[in-house]
T-cell receptor, first 111, second 110 residues
Framework: EAGVTQSPTHLIKTRGQQATLRCSPI?????VYWYQQALGLGLQFLLW???????NRGNFPPRFSGRQFPNYSSELNVNALELEDSALYLC??????????FGSGTRLTVV | QKEVEQNSGPLSVPEGAIASLNCTYS??????FFWYRQYSGKSPELIMF????GDKEDGRFTAQLNKASQYVSLLIRDSQPSDSATYLC??????????FGTGTSLTVIP
Protein backbone atom coordinates (compact mmCIF):
# COMPACT_ATOMS: atom_id res chain seq x y z
CA GLU A 1 0.00 0.00 0.00
CA ALA A 2 1.47 3.33 -1.02
CA GLY A 3 1.76 5.86 1.77
CA VAL A 4 1.08 9.57 1.64
CA THR A 5 3.04 11.10 -1.21
CA GLN A 6 4.09 14.73 -1.47
CA SER A 7 5.78 16.74 -4.17
CA PRO A 8 8.07 18.44 -4.69
CA THR A 9 10.57 17.46 -2.00
CA HIS A 10 12.21 20.86 -2.04
CA LEU A 11 11.01 24.19 -3.36
CA ILE A 12 12.87 27.47 -3.48
CA LYS A 13 10.91 30.62 -4.20
CA THR A 14 11.47 34.33 -4.09
CA ARG A 15 9.56 36.58 -1.72
CA GLY A 16 6.27 37.63 -3.32
CA GLN A 17 5.98 34.59 -5.57
CA GLN A 18 3.43 31.78 -5.29
CA ALA A 19 4.16 28.21 -4.24
CA THR A 20 2.09 25.12 -5.03
CA LEU A 21 2.54 21.94 -3.03
CA ARG A 22 0.87 18.63 -3.81
CA CYS A 23 -0.24 15.64 -1.79
CA SER A 24 -1.89 12.29 -2.40
CA PRO A 25 -3.38 10.49 0.60
CA ILE A 26 -3.23 6.79 1.30
CA UNK A 27 -5.54 4.90 -1.01
CA UNK A 28 -9.02 4.77 0.50
CA UNK A 29 -8.52 7.80 2.74
CA UNK A 30 -10.76 10.71 1.85
CA UNK A 31 -9.25 13.30 4.20
CA VAL A 32 -6.09 15.32 3.75
CA TYR A 33 -4.54 17.49 6.43
CA TRP A 34 -1.88 20.14 5.89
CA TYR A 35 0.55 21.24 8.59
CA GLN A 36 3.39 23.73 8.71
CA GLN A 37 6.50 23.00 10.75
CA ALA A 38 8.71 26.05 10.99
CA LEU A 39 12.14 25.82 12.56
CA GLY A 40 11.89 25.68 16.32
CA LEU A 41 8.09 25.56 16.29
CA GLY A 42 5.68 22.68 16.60
CA LEU A 43 3.42 21.46 13.88
CA GLN A 44 0.82 24.11 13.14
CA PHE A 45 -2.48 23.01 11.63
CA LEU A 46 -3.20 24.67 8.29
CA LEU A 47 -6.11 23.02 6.51
CA TRP A 48 -8.29 19.95 6.50
CA UNK A 49 -10.03 18.69 3.36
CA UNK A 50 -12.51 15.87 3.23
CA UNK A 51 -14.62 14.68 0.31
CA UNK A 52 -13.56 17.68 -1.73
CA UNK A 53 -14.57 20.27 0.85
CA UNK A 54 -12.56 22.44 3.21
CA UNK A 55 -13.66 21.27 6.67
CA ASN A 56 -11.47 23.32 8.93
CA ARG A 57 -8.78 25.91 8.79
CA GLY A 58 -6.03 26.90 11.18
CA ASN A 59 -4.97 30.37 12.19
CA PHE A 60 -3.24 31.29 8.96
CA PRO A 61 -3.87 34.24 6.61
CA PRO A 62 -6.03 33.80 3.49
CA ARG A 63 -2.98 33.68 1.25
CA PHE A 64 -2.71 30.06 2.41
CA SER A 65 -5.33 28.18 0.45
CA GLY A 66 -5.89 24.88 -1.18
CA ARG A 67 -8.24 22.44 -2.73
CA GLN A 68 -9.01 18.76 -2.93
CA PHE A 69 -9.60 16.99 -6.19
CA PRO A 70 -12.13 14.21 -6.96
CA ASN A 71 -9.39 11.59 -6.55
CA TYR A 72 -8.78 13.00 -3.01
CA SER A 73 -5.36 14.39 -3.84
CA SER A 74 -4.81 17.92 -2.63
CA GLU A 75 -2.96 21.08 -3.46
CA LEU A 76 -1.74 23.75 -1.05
CA ASN A 77 -1.15 27.20 -2.48
CA VAL A 78 0.76 29.93 -0.73
CA ASN A 79 0.49 33.34 -2.36
CA ALA A 80 2.63 36.43 -1.83
CA LEU A 81 5.35 34.41 -0.16
CA GLU A 82 7.08 35.90 2.86
CA LEU A 83 10.41 34.89 4.35
CA GLU A 84 8.67 33.45 7.43
CA ASP A 85 6.78 31.00 5.22
CA SER A 86 10.00 29.01 4.97
CA ALA A 87 9.17 25.72 6.64
CA LEU A 88 8.55 22.03 6.20
CA TYR A 89 5.01 21.51 4.94
CA LEU A 90 3.54 18.18 5.86
CA CYS A 91 0.51 16.46 4.46
CA UNK A 92 -1.23 13.64 6.32
CA UNK A 93 -4.14 11.29 5.94
CA UNK A 94 -5.89 9.31 8.64
CA UNK A 95 -8.61 6.85 9.25
CA UNK A 96 -10.78 8.51 11.83
CA UNK A 97 -9.29 8.59 15.29
CA UNK A 98 -6.25 6.49 14.56
CA UNK A 99 -3.66 9.16 14.13
CA UNK A 100 -2.00 10.60 11.09
CA UNK A 101 0.28 9.04 8.55
CA PHE A 102 2.48 11.84 7.26
CA GLY A 103 4.05 12.24 3.89
CA SER A 104 7.74 12.98 3.59
CA GLY A 105 7.06 16.70 3.38
CA THR A 106 7.96 19.62 1.14
CA ARG A 107 10.76 21.87 2.32
CA LEU A 108 9.85 25.38 1.17
CA THR A 109 12.57 28.00 1.26
CA VAL A 110 11.70 31.62 0.55
CA VAL A 111 14.62 33.86 -0.34
CA GLN B 1 -1.47 28.57 27.62
CA LYS B 2 -0.61 26.19 24.83
CA GLU B 3 -2.90 23.25 24.19
CA VAL B 4 -0.03 20.77 24.45
CA GLU B 5 3.23 21.35 26.30
CA GLN B 6 6.40 19.34 26.30
CA ASN B 7 9.81 19.89 27.81
CA SER B 8 12.00 20.71 24.81
CA GLY B 9 15.02 19.01 26.34
CA PRO B 10 17.48 17.97 25.21
CA LEU B 11 17.17 14.77 27.17
CA SER B 12 20.23 12.54 27.22
CA VAL B 13 20.22 8.96 28.48
CA PRO B 14 22.86 6.21 28.28
CA GLU B 15 22.25 3.23 26.04
CA GLY B 16 20.16 0.61 27.80
CA ALA B 17 18.52 3.07 30.19
CA ILE B 18 14.86 4.08 30.38
CA ALA B 19 13.97 7.36 28.67
CA SER B 20 10.94 9.17 30.08
CA LEU B 21 9.17 11.78 27.97
CA ASN B 22 6.35 13.88 29.35
CA CYS B 23 3.49 15.91 27.96
CA THR B 24 0.66 17.94 29.48
CA TYR B 25 -2.48 19.18 27.78
CA SER B 26 -4.99 21.86 28.62
CA UNK B 27 -8.32 20.67 27.21
CA UNK B 28 -10.09 18.24 29.54
CA UNK B 29 -12.29 17.17 26.64
CA UNK B 30 -9.33 15.63 24.81
CA UNK B 31 -10.14 12.14 23.67
CA UNK B 32 -7.03 10.52 22.32
CA PHE B 33 -3.32 10.95 22.64
CA PHE B 34 -0.47 10.15 20.30
CA TRP B 35 3.29 9.93 20.32
CA TYR B 36 5.28 10.54 17.15
CA ARG B 37 8.98 10.17 16.51
CA GLN B 38 10.70 12.56 14.13
CA TYR B 39 14.24 12.10 12.94
CA SER B 40 16.11 15.19 11.86
CA GLY B 41 14.96 16.31 8.41
CA LYS B 42 12.27 13.64 8.24
CA SER B 43 8.52 13.61 8.77
CA PRO B 44 6.91 12.39 12.01
CA GLU B 45 6.01 8.73 12.32
CA LEU B 46 3.39 7.39 14.69
CA ILE B 47 4.73 5.29 17.56
CA MET B 48 1.72 4.79 19.79
CA PHE B 49 -1.70 6.09 20.68
CA UNK B 50 -3.69 5.76 23.88
CA UNK B 51 -7.30 6.51 24.73
CA UNK B 52 -7.87 5.20 28.24
CA UNK B 53 -6.32 5.98 31.59
CA GLY B 54 -3.46 3.71 32.52
CA ASP B 55 -0.60 2.13 30.63
CA LYS B 56 -0.33 0.75 27.14
CA GLU B 57 2.70 -1.26 26.13
CA ASP B 58 4.09 -1.96 22.66
CA GLY B 59 7.50 -3.60 22.62
CA ARG B 60 10.01 -1.29 24.29
CA PHE B 61 7.51 1.57 24.39
CA THR B 62 4.93 2.28 27.11
CA ALA B 63 2.44 5.12 26.94
CA GLN B 64 0.89 6.30 30.19
CA LEU B 65 -2.23 8.44 30.45
CA ASN B 66 -3.64 10.24 33.47
CA LYS B 67 -6.68 12.27 32.44
CA ALA B 68 -7.26 13.65 35.93
CA SER B 69 -3.80 15.22 35.87
CA GLN B 70 -3.99 15.94 32.12
CA TYR B 71 -0.71 14.20 31.66
CA VAL B 72 0.60 11.69 29.14
CA SER B 73 4.04 10.16 29.04
CA LEU B 74 6.14 7.84 26.92
CA LEU B 75 8.67 5.45 28.40
CA ILE B 76 11.33 3.89 26.20
CA ARG B 77 12.99 0.87 27.80
CA ASP B 78 16.44 -0.39 26.82
CA SER B 79 17.10 2.83 24.91
CA GLN B 80 19.15 2.46 21.74
CA PRO B 81 21.15 5.06 19.80
CA SER B 82 18.60 4.64 17.01
CA ASP B 83 15.97 6.06 19.38
CA SER B 84 17.73 9.44 19.21
CA ALA B 85 15.13 11.73 17.70
CA THR B 86 12.56 14.36 18.58
CA TYR B 87 9.40 12.97 20.14
CA LEU B 88 6.14 14.80 19.51
CA CYS B 89 3.08 14.52 21.69
CA UNK B 90 -0.27 15.09 19.96
CA UNK B 91 -3.74 15.43 21.38
CA UNK B 92 -7.01 14.95 19.54
CA UNK B 93 -9.12 17.81 20.82
CA UNK B 94 -11.67 18.16 18.05
CA UNK B 95 -12.90 15.69 15.51
CA UNK B 96 -10.04 14.79 13.24
CA UNK B 97 -7.88 17.69 14.37
CA UNK B 98 -4.80 17.31 16.45
CA UNK B 99 -2.68 19.71 18.47
CA PHE B 100 1.02 18.96 18.64
CA GLY B 101 3.60 19.83 21.22
CA THR B 102 6.90 21.31 20.10
CA GLY B 103 8.68 18.06 20.85
CA THR B 104 11.36 16.73 23.17
CA SER B 105 14.80 16.03 21.73
CA LEU B 106 16.21 12.70 22.94
CA THR B 107 19.83 11.63 22.60
CA VAL B 108 20.84 8.08 23.54
CA ILE B 109 24.55 7.95 24.31
CA PRO B 110 26.35 4.70 23.31
Amino acid sequence: EAGVTQSPTHLIKTRGQQATLRCSPISGHTSVYWYQQALGLGLQFLLWYDEGEERNRGNFPPRFSGRQFPNYSSELNVNALELEDSALYLCASSPTGEGYTFGSGTRLTVV
Amino acid sequence: QKEVEQNSGPLSVPEGAIASLNCTYSDRGSQSFFWYRQYSGKSPELIMFIYSNGDKEDGRFTAQLNKASQYVSLLIRDSQPSDSATYLCAVNIRYDQFYFGTGTSLTVIP
